[in-house]
C-alpha cells in the first residue's frame, strides 16, 4: 500500500502536464493559422490592387507639357463643306399648272333664219372685230331685194307722172278750166303714189338690211372657239354657231393643293411658260380664288389673269405657272441646311474671320465658331437671313463629324450661290 499511492500521483501529475502541454499547443497553433491567413487575404487584395491600378511612374514637367501637346495635336480634325454667303434678290415661288383660257367666251348666232353656205374662218383663227366668219344662203333674200328695189322703180314712176300731173291740173284750175273736185282727185292719186313710194324705199332698206344679215361677223377682236353645225344646216336665231373666245387678255386656271392654299393671295405676281414658247415668260397676277375645294383632287381652282396683246396665248394651251409667294431683293442668302433648330432659336457654323484669309479653297484648315442668325423666311433648299452673317462669311452646311464652337476643320468642297 505505501508504494501504490506516489506511483498513482506521479501518473497523475504526467496526464495533467500532457494535458496543458497539449492545450497550449492547440491554443498556438490556432494563432499561427489565423495570422497566416489574414497575412494571405492581405497579399491577395494587394496583388489585386496593384492588377487593377497600375503604379503610374512619376512624370516631370517637361514630359507633362510634351503629353498636353500631343493630347492637342491628336484632336480630330473634321472634314465640312461650306457655303459663301452672298446678297442676291432672293424669290420664293409655288410651280403648278394649268389650261389657258379666254378672257370671254361669245356665242355666235345669225339673226335670221336660213342655211349655212359656208364658213370664212377655221377653229383657231385669229379674226378682229368685223371680220366675216360665216355665211346664210343669200339667194331668197336677194331675189326678195331684187323685186324691192323694182317695186319701188315703178311706184318712183308712178309717182312722177302723178306729179307732173298734178302740176297741169293746178294750172288748168287757175284759168277755170277745171273744177276744184277734179283738182283735188289728181291731188289725192299724187299723195297716195308719192307715199307708196316711201313704202317701197323702206321695203328695200328692209330686204338690204335682211341680206346683210346673212354674214356673221366678228363682234369683237379675238380667237375663233369651235363649230356648232356646219354647212348645209337650217339654222335659226336661237342656234349657236360657233364661239369666240376673247383673248386680248387671258385666264390661266390652275389647281392649287389644299396645304398649299393658305400661300395663295389675289394680287400675287405670277410668271407662265408655254411649250409653244420656250424661253419667253408671261407674266401675270392672281386675279381670282375659287371659293371651294374640289372633291376628289382637293384642288382649289384659282383664275391667273394674263395681258395677250399679241395673242401668243391660245385657249387651251397648257402652262406652267409659278406663283410668287415671297420675295426680297438685295438680301442674304444661304442653303437651309447650314441651320441648326435649338430651344433659343437657329444658329450656323461660321469658319472664324482670324483663320480664313482671302478665298476659301478646298483642303483649306480652318476653326469654326457657333452663332446665332435671324431668319426672315426658309424654304427646303434656301433660306434668307436678317442678322447673324456678314456678306462673303462662310458657313458649314455639310459635316463628316461633330462640331463644336471652336472645332478644327479641313474644307473638302467650297459652293456658292448660283445667280
Known amino acids: 500500500m505505501p508504494f501504490k499511492f506516489p506511483r498513482l500521483k506521479i501518473v497523475l501529475i504526467v496526464i495533467g ?32 490592387q496593384e492588377a487593377v491600378v497600375p503604379q503610374k511612374p512619376a512624370v516631370k514637367p517637361r514630359e507633362q507639357e510634351k503629353s498636353g501637346k500631343e493630347k492637342e495635336a ?15 434678290d432672293f424669290v420664293d415661288s409655288l410651280p403648278t399648272v394649268g389650261t389657258v383660257k379666254g378672257l370671254s367666251e361669245i356665242d355666235l348666232r345669225f339673226e335670221i333664219n336660213g342655211v349655212v353656205e359656208k364658213f370664212l374662218t377655221q377653229p383657231g383663227d385669229s379674226v378682229g372685230k368685223g371680220e366675216p366668219i360665216a355665211e346664210l344662203n343669200q339667194k331668197d333674200l336677194r331675189l326678195k331685194l331684187a323685186h324691192a328695189r323694182s317695186k319701188l322703180k315703178s311706184v318712183e314712176s308712178r309717182a312722177k307722172a302723178l306729179g307732173k300731173k ?32 316711201e313704202a317701197s324705199e323702206v321695203e328695200v332698206e328692209f330686204a338690204e338690211e335682211e341680206l346683210t344679215k346673212t354674214s356673221l361677223t366678228a363682234p369683237k377682236d379675238g380667237v375663233m372657239g369651235p363649230r356648232e353645225v356646219e354647212v348645209g344646216e337650217f339654222v335659226t336665231p336661237n342656234e349657236k354657231v360657233a364661239s369666240l373666245l376673247v383673248i386680248d387678255s387671258v385666264f390661266i386656271e390652275v389647281g392649287i393643293i389644299e396645304k398649299d392654299i393658305e400661300k395663295i393671295r389675289i394680287g400675287q405676281q405670277v410668271m407662265i411658260n408655254v411649250d409653244s414658247y420656250p424661253g419667253i415668260d408671261f407674266p401675270g397676277t392672281v ?25 401668243l396665248l391660245l385657249p387651251g394651251m397648257f402652262s406652267r405657272a ?12 444661304f442653303p437651309s441646311l447650314a441651320l441648326n ?41 434656301l433660306c434668307q437671313v436678317n442678322l447673324g452673317v456678314r456678306e462673303g462669311e462662310y458657313v458649314v452646311i455639310e459635316t463628316q463629324g461633330e462640331l463644336t464652337d471652336g472645332a478644327p476643320v479641313e474644307i473638302f468642297d467650297v459652293q456658292e450661290y448660283a445667280k
Do not use: C
Not at 19 to 38: C, D, L, P, Q, Y
Not at 74 to 88: G, I, L, M, W
Open 166 to 197: 298734178l302740176e297741169i291740173h293746178q294750172k288748168l284750175f287757175d284759168v277755170g278750166a277745171i273744177i276744184k273736185d277734179k283738182l283735188e282727185e289728181v291731188e289725192l292719186d299724187a299723195e297716195s303714189a308719192k307715199l307708196e313710194a
Open 287 to 311: 386675279d381670282s380664288l375659287y371659293p371651294v375645294v374640289e372633291g376628289r383632287s382637293r384642288t382649289l381652282t384659282t383664275r391667273i389673269k394674263v395681258e395677250n396683246p399679241r395673242a
Open 341 to 381: 433648330k435649338g430651344a433659343s432659336g437657329y444658329t450656323v457654323y461660321v469658319i472664324k474671320d482670324e483663320i480664313r484669309k482671302g478665298e476659301l479653297k478646298t483642303g483649306a484648315k480652318a476653326k469654326v465658331e457657333i452663332r446665332s442668325v435671324q431668319v426672315g423666311y426658309i424654304t427646303t433648299d
Open 322 to 333: 409659278k406663283v410668287t409667294i415671297f420675295s426680297k431683293p438685295n438680301t442674304l442668302v
Open 17 to 48: 502536464f500532457l494535458w496543458v502541454w497539449a492545450m497550449i499547443w492547440m491554443v498556438g497553433v490556432t494563432v499561427f493559422s489565423k495570422k497566416k491567413v489574414e497575412s494571405g487575404k492581405r497579399k491577395v487584395e494587394r496583388t489585386e
Open 74 to 88: 491628336s484632336k480630330a480634325v473634321v472634314p465640312v463643306k461650306v457655303f459663301k454667303v452672298e446678297r442676291t
